[in-house]
């Protein structure tokens, strides 16, 4: 199968500071082919020197960038995106400002070459406490907030630290285990940092389990082929986002020499992310011998093959 | 050079003529009443022909349908109705519900055998498990009776599910879809329901395409037309989903209504609905303005506030949904709406606003009195759609502001029962759509259809307004009953004054266009439970004659 496209949708009330986000994503990803579903081009203020050309739906950013107007039909649209041959790295879509983005995400799961990434969810930080008491849109904006595997604070340079502290506070409370980040820590349009860890030896289950359970509360997402102790036969999957995650044996058998190597990917959120925490987190798990009856598994195996 | 002038007779003409009630005769020329009155008073414009083809029937004022979908007739065209609701389609015809999944799975039979291309898929429309007696899903196992070859859609009455058969989800790969709202049993396999359009969309693109919608097919103009007129309609209002700004579109629009033989006249509103931006709206409308022909006009421009009460997404005040208490979902944010309204308001548009629950209609209201402080205009004939929840003092204050509505009263029939049980509870569900007050008060009410939500027939929206009946048999607050005339005012001078139409149709009198209903017998007269069931001969249309069936 070909590789997968990872989505994410960026949600968040009207004037919270969505747009604002993609315009910086845009404007200085690197290396990164990134394709932007927004609802409204007028919204949207790219510098004109970085767009390379623009038609109907689409503008094309000299960066290898695209940003698509989602138009009425957002499936439509992402299925477009999906199915085209130079196909992005990564998709962002900006849900509209009165979308529940847990509903908006189910259309990463909509194609076979779509999955989706995480939910990241934009607050602004002057207006977020009041706007969660709106009774028009308070019980939305509290849904929003909810549904995020990832919460940006968004304006926090403007508001002074207090503020941000309270904001920060009273998302935790009404969020328990909320992930959050303020915006301008995001380095150069980098929202996520990615962190690898990998081993040539099978990896203690029970302690990978037990790191999973604790991982600090920045890591947005994580994912990982690993072969486990308890079953060596076969790799297992790693999949870690938001407050959920899971390790489930893989249904195909492999050989017990063949792709020995465990990786898992960890996705935080730049400037939040604590990477000596995370990586003290991993230590554990990362095994320094092989237990003997393992070894001797492996060789029998080895030589049945 | 006027034309020839010919005369109507009927048993009884219902003018709904604030100053003359009756009549026998009507005399019509180019397409306009010359006289109401005897044959005498008829007689009085000079030589004329006597059509007396309706002589022992009932003519009232060409009944408007207030607020409908052209997807209704897309669906017509593209697909095959297999509902639990009895629906005239456009041939006239009387299509039966189908009621349980035995009867569905027949009928899709006789048609799968009727089709000679093997690889085309079967499409349907209209099916709705919760109206079905039992309540049972429609899965695959059914579907894949019929065929398991030929891909099998059929689309929920709600259009947020789809059922599809094993052809079907092979053809589009489900196989290799995540999302939640595939269904699954207990192994894994989906089972064939598809919840949300995220779920359903690669079926739709694999299989039933021309249900995406921009579609020019002429077909579904005509279709729209042909089944309200067959049930009485003479105007029919395409709610707002359309796209008459893309000229394509429009070209497809102005060529199949000039038709001389086109049933009945559309009154389209203006597309705020898929166009984002005021600025974007204003333009496409203006744009708009007297592009139309006889039989096609753009009036007022729709927007959307909340979503659909039976799908738990339309907005309501606390305590929100029976027992959950939650709340459903907006369709544009409310801060928007707080400058979109003046916006459109300040640009001299009418405003529709498509307000289900109470909520949405509070906050319209809201942006109405803020539009109106800022710059105060009158006769707007700004109107609410659905306004189901609407209560006494919001509907004073849409007094105050000049306000009218268009209410949903077919509701009470088709979910009354569902109402009380899942979404509103006894009270609400008894206070739905409340015809008599928003009367009393001087609001301007009508009601409507909304087809392809519920089948487009005026004489059984009239019905519904007068006798709030569950198709159970229960009476949903009888006070909110308004009496057989007000109903049909309701249907005819009301609808027409909403589409800034009332000095054209709406009622017959001296000078206004020919459009009549033709009905077998006297509604003002029949027992108020039996007015659905009057038949209906045919309409006229600008002084042309149409035939019911
Ligand atoms: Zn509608």
Redesign the interface.
């Known amino acids: ?1 070909t590789r997968q496209i990872p989505v994410t949708v960026i949600g968040g ?3 919270a500071g969505k747009t604002t986000l993609l315009n910086r994503l845009l404007a200085e990803a690197q290396n990164v082919k990134l394709a932007v579903l927004v ?2 081009f ?1 919204s949207v203020n790219i510098d004109a020197a970085l767009i390379s050309s623009r038609d109907g739906e689409t503008i094309n950013l000299a960066n290898g960038c695209v940003c698509c107007s989602i ?3 957002l ?2 649209a992402l ?1 477009d995106l999906a199915e085209r041959p130079d196909g992005p790295d990564r998709i962002l879509i900006e849900a509209s ?4 983005p847990a ?1 908006i995400s ?2 990463a ?4 070459r779509l ?1 989706l990434d995480s939910i990241v969810v934009v607050a602004d930080a002057e207006t977020v406490r009041a706007r969660a008491d ?4 308070g ?2 904006v509290r849904l929003q907030l909810a549904a995020a595997d990832a919460i940006v604070l968004s304006r926090t340079d403007i508001v002074d630290a207090e503020t941000c502290r309270a904001v920060r506070t009273w998302i935790e409370t009404e969020i328990p285990g909320a992930r959050l980040a303020a915006s301008h820590d995001l380095d150069h349009g980098q929202m996520f940092v990615t962190r690898t860890f990998e081993s040539e030896l099978p990896l203690d289950g029970a302690a990978l389990r037990a790191a999973l359970a604790a991982l600090p509360a920045d890591v947005v997402r994580a994912k990982g082929i690993v072969r486990l102790i308890e079953a060596p036969d076969r790799h297992s999957v790693l999949q870690f986002a938001g407050r959920r995650w899971s390790l489930e044996p893989d249904t195909a058998e492999v050989g017990p020499l063949e792709r020995n190597r465990s990786v898992i990917v960890c996705i935080g959120l730049a400037g939040s992310i604590d990477l000596a925490r995370l990586d003290a987190c991993f230590a554990g798990v990362l095994p320094s011998a092989l237990p003997a009856a393992l070894i001797d598994e492996l060789h029998q195996g080895a030589l049945r093959s | 050079m006027p034309g020839p002038i010919t005369v109507f007779s009927a048993k009884k003409i219902i003018t709904m003529d604030a100053s003359v009630e009756e009549a026998t005769h009507v005399a019509v020329r180019d397409g306009i009443i010359l006289e109401v009155g005897n044959l005498d008073d008829c007689g009085a414009w000079g030589p004329y022909t006597l059509d007396n083809r309706f002589a022992d029937s009932i003519l009232i004022p060409g009944l408007i349908e207030s607020h409908a979908h052209l997807l209704d007739g897309l669906l017509w065209a593209k697909a095959h109705y297999v509902g639990p609701i009895d629906r005239y389609d456009p041939a006239g015809t009387l299509q039966k519900g189908l009621t349980n999944n035995a009867a569905l799975v027949n009928r899709l039979r006789e048609i799968e055998s009727r089709m000679t291309d093997p690889t085309k898929p079967l499409v349907g429309w209209g099916v709705d498990p919760s109206l079905n007696d039992p309540i049972a899903p429609i899965t695959r196992l059914e579907l894949d009776q019929v065929s398991k070859t030929r891909p099998i859609f059929l689309l929920h009455a709600s259009c947020h599910v789809a059922s599809v058969n094993s052809a079907t989800l092979d053809v589009a790969n489900y196989a290799a879809i995540k999302a939640p709202g595939v269904l699954r049993d207990a192994s894994g396999a989906p089972t064939g329901e598809l919840r949300e359009m995220a779920a359903m969309l690669v079926a739709v693109r694999a299989v039933a395409a021309d249900m995406i919608g921009g579609s020019t097919d002429a077909a579904q103009f005509y279709n729209f037309a042909r089944v309200a007129q067959a049930r009485g309609a003479t105007t029919i209002v395409d709610g707002g989903g359309s796209t008459y700004f893309d000229p394509a579109f429009l070209s497809a629009a102005l060529a199949a209504t000039a038709a001389e033989d086109f049933p009945a006249r559309i009154v389209a509103h203006n597309n705020g609905i898929t166009v984002p931006g005021a600025d974007d709206m204003i333009r496409f409308a203006k744009a708009l303005e007297g592009k139309g022909n006889d039989k096609l006009a753009f009036q007022g421009i729709k927007i959307i506030l909340d979503g659909s009460n039976q799908g738990f997404t339309g907005r309501l005040r606390p305590p929100g949904y029976l027992g959950s208490g939650e709340n459903g979902l907006w369709n544009r944010a409310p801060d928007e709406l707080r400058t979109l309204v003046p916006a459109l308001h300040n640009a001299g548009l009418q405003i529709v606003a498509h307000c289900n629950a109470d909520q949405a209609a509070e906050m319209f209201i809201e942006a109405v009195a803020l539009a109106q402080a800022a710059k105060p205009r009158f006769d707007h004939r700004h109107f609410i759609v659905h306004g189901q929840l609407l209560d006494e003092s919001l509907l004073r204050r849409m007094v105050s502001l000049g306000i009218h509505a268009t209410l949903f009263s077919n509701h009470l029939y088709y979910w009354g029962e569902f109402h009380r049980a899942h979404t509103f509870g006894a009270f609400r569900t008894a206070a739905l759509n409340p015809a008599a007050t928003a009367l009393r008060l001087g609001v301007v009410v009508s009601a409507h259809s909304d087809t392809p939500v519920s089948p487009v027939d005026p004489l059984l929206t009239l019905w519904c307004a007068a006798n709030r009946v569950s198709a159970t048999g229960r009476v949903f607050g009888p006070r909110e009953r308004v009496s057989a005339y007000d109903a049909l005012k309701m249907m005819t001078f009301n609808a027409a004054y909403l589409l800034h139409r009332d000095h054209e149709i709406g009622s017959i009198r001296v000078g206004k266009r020919a459009d009549f209903t033709i009905l077998a017998r006297d509604p003002l007269a029949v027992d108020s439970m039996a007015i659905r069931d009057i038949p209906v001969h045919g309409t006229i249309v600008g002084g042309r004659v149409f035939a019911a069936g």
């Open positions: 199968m009330y009207l004037g609802n409204d007028g138009g009425d039909n499936g439509l299925h400002g009165v979308a529940d509903k189910h259309y799961e909509s194609h076979p999955a709106d009774k028009y849109v019980d939305l």
